[in-house]
């Protein structure tokens, strides 16, 4: 499938508005494909959960893989159809022993040393859920029928149920 690229005339009248000389057509219109599939903020969730008997802060943030998956999200939801790959399932996840949620100034102290655990939160979540004999997880938290998210972080607590801590 070839990449989606806007019509000519759009970046033309793009160009217009962004003050851009005739002969940048090219850049304009990577500009413009740029503006178009992406996703302009990096998102994150932070839950305090305890993973191998110790307290900590599973950090889990968008990838490019998850602005893909939000931009092909965007499309189904204007078209009315169900998302069953939520663009959170492609945060990658990781975890900070040790450190409490709001205590971010720590995130960067040598004594809470980050690890990816997982670069999927979708995989990551499924062999959580499996360990806890936690069926249809994903036909919960992943099916969205409107919107754009269901709380992924009720996805998380549940995968870590009896283990999660609030300090």
Sequence with gaps: MAAWQPADDDVR?????????????ALAQAWYVNLATSSY???????PVMYNGERGV????????????????????QQGET??????????????PGLALLNFSGIT????????LSDKLGELLGSMCDQRRIPNWREKY????????RDVQ??????????????
């Design 13 to 25: 009248a793009m160009m217009l508005r962004w003050g851009m000389p005739d002969d940048a057509f």
């Design 41 to 47: 903020f990096t998102k994150a969730l932070m839950v």
């Design 58 to 77: 599973l950090l889990a943030v968008s990838t490019a893989q998850s602005n893909q998956a939000f931009q092909r999200s965007v499309l189904a939801n």
């Design 83 to 96: 998302i069953t790959e939520p663009e959170w399932w492609y945060f990658q996840v990781w975890w900070y």
């Design 109 to 116: 102290d040598s004594r809470y040393q980050g690890a990816v």
């Design 142 to 149: 992943c099916r969205l029928d409107h919107g754009m998210y």
């Design 154 to 167: 009720k996805a998380t607590i549940t995968a870590t149920t009896n283990t999660t801590s609030y300090y």
